[in-house]
């Protein structure tokens, strides 16, 4: 085999793979990321780093905050992280679904790269804060995008994570909650005006965020726990063989 040929064999083998592949690390910064991003955004609030002390109606209304380029920054490394990311399964330990495209993996990459979409769209075009030059289009957009992007990160934990042998139970729960969480906000959003203006105070949209991010960032920091406890097992047998 020529040199040209052995190095275009090798950047094509590059080219099929990921690191997310082999990086559990990765998910666990995901995890963190979520989880902070709502202690932040209220922390800002609180302490007196933004104009007001007073909280915002929702995560997304920190857009047009202080703190708002920090918000899409983080939004913007969720989306690129999970539009690009992969799953490959330990040896031994492959998907028990009855669906080819969860056992293959497909199903893995196809959700990241609708959910890492819908998180640049939901960073791109803001909520709606009844801003003279913004068309109120696109606070819908914003608010599909983002329904899009909290239903596909909920089908992580409930189809995919919750493949796992030692953690199905505690992933399924964090799938099903931000489903719950996901169908409350939008009853709420659909409600009637009375009732939205009477908890207005409560600031209920802020709270069910906040719960949808934390699950969300929960799932993938707990799985990438275990995926490091698994390549942590797995290191003496490479060594051995």
Known sequence: MSVAADATRKIKRAASGSILETQPGYRTAMGVMGVTMPIILMAASLLGFLKTRQLENSISAYYWTGIGDWFVGTLFVIGVFLFFYRYSQYEGDRPRSQYASIRAGHADAWLGKVSGIAALVVALFPTYQSVPTLPPIIGKIHGSAAAILFLCLSMFPLLLF???????RFQLFYG????AVLLAIVAYQFGPESFRQATAALKPVLFMETMLIMLFGVSW???GRELSAKEKEARPVRRAS
């Open 221 to 223: 920091f707990d799985k």
């Open 176 to 179: 099903w909650s931000m489903l």
């Open 162 to 168: 919750s493949q796992s042998r030692k953690r199905e």
